[in-house]
């Protein structure tokens, strides 16, 4: 049994796996390029060579190439003579394009007008298996006690250590790491919640530019929600800051120091609607279970009604499901919906209108 059951947790991981390392290949190889800056508002007030050196950091940022301007290129090889490197066309300029290119890279020279015409920079496609190892290479973050590295606070103590909340609830906290709270412990689903160990998804674009996608998704909705809380300094305020969530702020403010007795400031802010994630368990429980009132009952009457039209309207419903793509049926529910006036889409109206329930 226990053989049984490894073997089928085994399987079950592989599958996993093998899926979101397709689904992750196709995002990168299938995807046009020129389909992901369609939304970018910024990109489309950039002009002349700051358009393109704007494309491929964006693109390194998203995972899809290594990219390099001239500095970039004379510090990775060591270049002596900083100032006759980044001149076009010296010997020092020349032996690091050259080396560049020799390490699989394509040199480009930015040609159009303007201040940074004749520059030289390098970009790298990766390949499929270089996008796969960098997805999960950078998939699990595991906080730490040396995370945090501040020129202005270079005695800091690293450490665990185990004391109350601001609730007054055990937790472990830490001091060097990224987060403050690395376990903790409230009335939200699970109850237990860790900082200590993270999911990377990369950053989010082009809504919500350069936020984690975690962030995006876990982060609620709607209006900041403030509740009267008591600070590590004592203050006792009406706050949205959600404490539990404070990461290493390197510059804090008059308004940080009133309220905490360290660096941990940046925190997460509470709001009035779920996250995307909490509305995904919100949909998926609700129709779970109205599919099981709806269907159960369904059968049992198709099963003592036998030959009847009961039966047989069940019959010819359970073959057009079976007949028709599960997409054709998305939209066409869609369709039908938007003539009543429904969303399609949850934040459209918000958490508190039964609306929104319906259709997303």
Known sequence: MKKYIWTRLLKSIISILIVVSIVVIMLYTLIPVSKIFENDPARQKLKTNYKTVYTYSRLEDLG????????????????????????????????????????????????????????????????????LGNFYKKLIVIDHPFKIHDPK???????????????????????????????????????????????????????????????????????????????????????????????????????????????????ALKYDSPSMIQTSYIFGISSLILAYLISLPYAIAMARNKGKFVDKSGIVLINILIAVPSLALIFFVKYIGFAFGMPDKFPQ????????YILP
Do not use: W
């Open 64 to 131: 899809y190439l290594d990219y390099y301007t001239i500095g970039e290129m004379c510090l990775a090889k060591d270049s002596q003579d900083i100032n006759a490197c980044i001149t076009a066309g010296s010997d020092e300029n020349i032996r690091v394009l050259n080396e560049f290119e020799a390490d699989g890279f394509t040199v480009e020279k930015l040609q159009q007008f303007d201040e940074m015409q004749g520059n030289s920079i390098a970009y790298r496609y990766y390949g499929v298996l270089e996008l």
């Open 153 to 267: 606070n270079p005695d800091m103590e690293r450490g665990y250590s185990i004391g109350l909340d601001h609730n007054n609830v055990p937790a472990i906290k830490c001091s060097g790491c990224e987060y403050k709270y690395q376990l903790y412990f409230n009335t939200s689903f699970p109850f237990i919640h860790t900082n200590a160990l993270k999911l990377n998804f990369g950053i989010s674009y082009p809504t919500n530019a350069g936020v984690p996608t975690m962030d995006v998704i876990s982060t609620g909705q709607g209006t900041m929600d403030s509740f009267e809380q008591t600070f590590p300094t004592g203050e006792v305020l009406k706050s949205p800051i959600l404490q539990h969530t404070c990461k290493y702020k390197y510059e804090t403010d008059h308004l940080d120091q009133k309220r905490f007795d360290d660096n941990y400031a940046n925190c």
């Open 349 to 356: 109206l918000g958490f508190t209108n039964i609306k929104s």
